[in-house]
């Protein structure tokens, strides 16, 4: 035997020797996460989760807040409210079976030959993006043990791959390296990834709902990633005392019996998730009039918001709040409510402007639809 042959041997033991790394089908099925109904607070965050819930082409949510205040206790909390989808069987990119723009090329070859889909449903996955992941994590790479085993170049999916209709989190996301950040704004601006790697040129769909948590003492994002987030929820530390000690013996309660404060939020949980399910299903009804949907691009045109996607997320939040409200018809209240969640991290920065961004957004509103609707009233 060839030193070269020795060599193979021993990097193939290695492969199959050594742990995998854990997957998001892999974790614990037991392990506890806490409810989401029993967040105390922070409505907004947990406003702006719903709605991507409903619609995930809202674009995701950005939430910045101060240390300890429960960001990635609700965005985890959020998996046990996510509906099932149909996924195409033993296909690593949870491709649609019936949605082209969201078909792996190999399940596209496969209707190309009139081959038979199996089909099964899964529940929407949520992949968390831990600062220190390489690239190759992210978007995927050379499988070695196919390579050396049986010779042939085969792709290993990374993190996009099982993000693909589904929540790709990111924890401190303004701590994010620079090319990783570039990775993610590629994909989500795409929905496609492409990886190009020994010889080998592949692209999957990645398709997903992109949800940032961060402090903002540790640094600005960047205004291109900031843009692609759909809502920014700003939180704080809640003040109120009896608040507090309401979540410090709710935390401690279930870090006590977590099976058993699960137990007590089960009809809420149940509750929540049906209503979200119902909203995800009735979405295309809900209409929004011509008039309102002007004053929404008045607002945007007023304030100087850079592009159209600030238009475009307002109208969806606004339907997809009116829906989860079981309504059919947009209001201009449902504006207000989501319209700050929209816009505020669109606006262009004034060192020296001393108003919040949420209420410059409010008073815009305010003067343009107050002046609609005293008009008509004339």
Known sequence: ????????????????????????????????????????????????????????????????????????????????????????????????????????????????????????????????????????????TIDLEKALTEGVKAFEPGLLAQANRGILYVDEVNLLDDHLVDVLLDAAASGWNTVEREGISISHPA???????????????????????????????????????????????????????????????????????????????VQMSSDLRIQISQVCATLNIDGLRGDIVTHRAAKALACFEGRQQVTSEDIFRVIPLCLRHRLRKDPLEIMDSGDKVRETFQKIFGATSAGKTS
């Open 207 to 285: 398709r997903f709902i992109l949800i940032g948590s961060g402090n903002p003492e540790e640094g600005e994002l960047r205004p291109q990633l900031l843009d692609r987030f759909g809502l920014h929820a700003q939180i704080g530390t809640v003040q109120d005392p009896e608040l507090r000690v309401q979540i410090v013996e709710q935390r401690a309660a279930f870090d006590e019996a977590p099976l058993i404060f699960r137990e007590k939020y089960q009809n809420q949980q149940k509750k929540l998730t049906d209503l979200l399910l119902s909203a995800r299903q009735n979405l295309h009804k």
């Open 1 to 140: 035997m060839t030193y070269i042959e020795i060599l193979q041997n021993e990097i193939i033991n290695m492969c199959q020797n050594f742990p995998k790394t854990i997957g998001p089908a892999e974790r614990p099925a037991d392990r506890p996460i806490f409810p989401f109904t029993a967040i105390v607070g922070q409505e907004e965050m947990k406003f702006s989760l719903i709605l991507n819930v409903i619609d995930p082409k809202i674009g995701g949510v950005m939430i910045m807040g101060d240390r300890g205040t429960g960001k990635s206790t609700a965005v985890r909390a959020l998996v046990d409210l996510l509906p099932e989808i149909s996924v195409v069987a033993d296909d690593p990119f949870n491709s649609d079976p019936e949605d082209p723009e969201c078909m792996s090329d190999g399940v596209r070859e496969k209707l190309k030959n009139n081959e038979q889909l199996i089909i099964h449903r899964k529940k929407i996955s949520m992949i968390d993006l831990p600062l220190g992941a390489t690239e190759d994590r992210v978007c995927g």
